[in-house]
């Protein structure tokens, strides 16, 4: 990173101060322009370092606290490089994905990215109950202010057993993992907030489990998949496959949950 950071003529940053202290950190003295590059201006900013390419110089982009393109600023950058016919390549630094994964002690031969849930409690419902058959390791982003409702909103959709990770501040100070079943991961969110950049890793679905089966997670199941458009009689029928339950058991949950 440092050899590539001397190297440049031009250094994109998301945070121009942030660059600054790591290149005193690294000790590295540049004449590079140096240009600010975050989400809320890529748009505007792209087109000027494309043209900074095709003048011969060389570009480097440099992000915050993790890897450019992924869930920080860089795909529009490299997009339009390749467009361009522009070489591009990567000084591969730390990637919260791939550090959390190992870190997680759960199965990272097959694994998706799912970056930062939804907002909108509605749309991350509907977006979990899509996941809830997922039989590969899931990785997501969150905001420590929304870590909390995340992990409920996952143990309903999820199972209230399902084994999970919440990493925090990876390779970093303050670099912290707790492990366990995801009810009591977002009990422990709730009780002791965790600060920093989250990163979650949660198990895939390996078949029923009628032990998370009770009436308040399969009504809430029902309900994100009835949100998503699915016809009522037919949500009751694939809950009851995924909980290992039968659908009377789902019926009477309904009633129950109902009053």
């Known amino acids: 990173m440092a050899a590539e950071l001397a190297r440049a003529d031009v250094i994109a940053a998301e945070d121009t101060r942030r660059l600054q202290r790591l290149l005193h950190a ?3 003295s540049t004449g590079a322009s140096i240009t600010s590059y975050f989400e809320g201006n890529e748009a505007g ?3 000027s370092l494309i043209d900074h390419l095709r003048d011969g110089r060389r570009v480097a982009l440099i992000t915050d606290g993790g890897m450019p393109s992924v869930s920080d600023p860089g795909y529009r950058l490299v997009r339009a490089a390749i467009d361009a016919g522009m070489a591009v390549t990567a000084a591969p630094g730390a990637s919260a994905v791939t550090t959390a994964l190992a870190l997680s ?3 990272c031969d097959r694994f ?4 930062f849930a939804p907002r909108k409690d509605g749309e991350r419902r509907r977006l979990f109950a899509s996941l809830a058959e997922e039989r590969r ?15 409920r909103a996952m143990a309903s959709a999820f199972g209230k057993s399902r084994e999970a990770a919440l990493c925090r501040e990876l390779t970093k100070t303050h670099e912290e993992v707790r492990r366990g079943g995801l009810a009591a991961l977002a009990a422990g969110a709730e009780e002791d907030p965790p600060r920093g950049e989250i990163t979650l890793v949660v198990t895939g679905w390996a078949g029923p489990d009628p032990e998370d089966a009770d009436p308040e997670s399969l009504a809430a199941a029902v309900a994100a998949l009835v949100d ?7 949500a009751m029928k694939a ?3 995924r909980f290992g339950v039968s659908r009377r058991t789902v019926y009477d949950a309904l009633i129950d949950t109902a009053g």
């Open 26 to 28: 690294l000790g590295v």
């Open 137 to 151: 390791t899931m990785v997501f982003f969150e905001s420590p202010r929304r870590v909390a409702d995340t992990l």
């Open 105 to 107: 002690g759960l199965p």
């Open 239 to 241: 809950v009851a496959t």
């Open 112 to 115: 998706c990215f799912e970056g």
């Open 45 to 47: 900013r792209t087109e």
């Open 228 to 234: 998503d458009g699915t016809e009522r009689k037919a």
